[in-house]
């Protein structure tokens, strides 16, 4: 199972762009990595996934670079809402549920 | 609304009782899961149903019990409640036993379970 590192915690302000990085070095050949947002008292909501690259859709942005050990969630222009914790997860894409680890994730505060 | 309704949101309970919880979803999806969040956020798959058939079962107490009528519907019941089972229990669900990998889980709101 490909384990993943992530920081604790992390602050920022409205308006600016928060990048997370997000460490897993030992992703094999079929892990995608995706990550996922949680606001208090929610479930976990799925937001991005991607193999290589650049993905982009209307929540962020995944930088992957060319030897995927690490990833990076880009949330442009942050506001209050986007408090909340983020985990990265690897897994290869037909991998059952009990190899989808969920780590503890990053605690992303935004102030006024 | 299409979504993953779990009930209660909050239970409190003292120790020794039996409880359930209840979920649902209406988004079709043939797989359904029971996870637990302790208080670090570390988020932990309990069990996993396809179609009404238990496919993941890990490492959990046999205090815990899940219990799928239809496939749309994934209850938990817990035995002889410990205080260490207090934490926050999530429902999710997916389009297939794979699916969560490829197009993400769907979670409930949660229920956050107090043993006193």
């Known amino acids: 199972l490909a384990k993943t590192t992530q920081p604790i915690s992390m602050d920022s302000y409205e308006g600016q762009e928060v990048n997370i990085t997000c460490s897993h070095n030992?992703?094999?050949?079929?892990?995608?990595i995706t990550w996922y947002q949680q606001f208090p008292s929610q479930g976990p909501r799925f937001i991005i996934q991607?193999?290589?690259t650049k993905v982009t859709n209307e929540v962020a942005s995944l930088f992957i670079p060319a030897d995927r050990k690490s990833s990076t969630l880009s949330l442009p222009r942050v506001s209050l809402s986007d408090t909340a914790v983020y985990y990265c997860?690897?897994?290869?894409?037909?991998?059952?549920?009990?190899?989808?680890?969920f780590g503890s994730g990053t605690r992303l505060s935004i102030r006024p | 609304d299409t979504a993953v309704s779990q009930t209660p949101k909050y239970l409190v309970t003292q120790m020794g009782n039996d409880k359930s919880i209840k979920c649902e979803q209406n988004?079709?999806?043939?797989?359904m899961y029971w996870y637990k969040q302790d208080s670090k956020k570390f988020l932990k798959i309990m069990f996993s149903?396809?179609?009404?058939?238990?496919?993941i079962n890990e490492t959990v107490p046999n205090r815990f019990s899940p219990k799928s009528p239809d496939k749309a519907h994934l209850n938990l019941h817990i035995n002889s409640l410990e205080l260490g089972d207090s934490a926050v229990y999530f429902c999710?669900?997916?389009?297939?036993?794979?699916?969560?990998?490829?197009?993400?889980?769907?979670f409930g709101s949660g229920t956050r379970l107090t043993v006193v």
């Open positions: 999710a669900s997916s389009v297939e036993t794979t699916g969560g990998a490829r197009y993400g889980y769907t």
């Open positions: 030992n992703i094999a050949t079929n892990d995608y």
């Open positions: 991607g193999y290589k």
């Open positions: 997860l690897v897994g290869a894409r037909y991998s059952s549920a009990s190899k989808i680890i």
């Open positions: 988004l079709g999806h043939d797989t």
């Open positions: 149903y396809n179609n009404k058939e238990l496919i």
